[in-house]
């Protein structure tokens, strides 16, 4: 007996519902867990070992981190994070403005976008992988306070080819523990992470130093999360 359209379209519907409600179920559990788990590595890191980088990956605390290299990575990477709900529609509309279509569109993407990037998703470019990035983000800004999105960050950021996380940064170029990062040392640090594969804070470039001034002046306008 043959089955009716309308049956079969009935059935196929219901199953995609099913499938999405069982993932849906997964995901948020798996965010939540993060909220007090501390991962032990990410997909990012995972795929520099496949690629013998090395990993350098020591998670401390929120409160074990300099005030500095907390203020200095929200003025550099994400200046409204205490006010936005994970998208800064500002920063979308002003890079669409700014892209004319002869050059590549800037990245407008928050702190929170960055860790569900990292955090949850593989390496390349992809619509699949942005549409995830935002349900992520949607996830992480429901689910965690800004105090744990940004002490993640700060965790999981590559700071340099098998670097990652403040702390690992911190001990690499500066002999120091994150905790005692002073202002320049935290802003060098900040100035580097839209490239810190090729750039590095201790050979700051005329454009890095620049970066860290910009940074060092909008610093005072963010309180520590931590303290």
């Known amino acids: 007996m043959k089955l009716k ?61 300099s005030p500095f290299i907390q203020q200095s ?11 936005h709900n994970g998208f800064d529609l500002q920063q979308i509309n002003e890079a669409l403005q700014e892209y ?14 960055q860790v569900a990037r990292n ?32 002490e993640m960050y700060l965790n999981i950021a590559e700071w340099g080819k098998g670097l990652f996380g403040a702390e690992a940064a911190a001990v ?5 523990h994150a905790s005692a990062l002073n202002r320049d040392q935290a802003a060098l640090m900040a100035a580097v992470l839209p490239n810190p594969r090729k750039w590095s804070p201790v050979r700051p470039t005329t454009f890095i130093l620049k970066r860290k001034a910009f940074i060092i002046t909008n610093m005072n306008q963010f309180k520590p999360l931590g303290y």
Not at 57 to 63: D, E, F, Q, T, V
Not at 100 to 113: E, F
Request: charged letters at 20%; hydrophobic letters at 45%; proline letters at 4%.
């Open 5 to 65: 359209p309308r049956r079969l379209l009935k059935t196929a519907l219901g199953n995609a519902c099913r499938l999405l409600f069982i993932l849906w179920c997964i995901t948020t559990a798996q965010v939540m867990a993060f909220r007090f788990i501390n991962p032990p590595c990410t997909p990012l890191m995972l795929y520099r070992l496949a690629h013998r980088e090395g990993m350098d990956y020591r998670w401390k605390p929120l409160s074990q981190l």
């Open 73 to 83: 990575v929200l003025a550099s990477e994400d200046q409204r994070f205490m006010v």
């Open 100 to 113: 004319t279509g002869k050059k590549r569109l800037r990245g407008a993407s928050t702190i929170s976008m």
């Open 172 to 176: 690499h170029y500066f002999r120091c």
């Open 119 to 150: 955090l949850f998703l593989w390496q390349g470019h992809s619509w699949m992988r942005k549409m995830l990035e935002a349900y992520y983000t949607v996830l992480i800004e429901l689910l965690w306070d800004k105090q744990r999105i940004l």
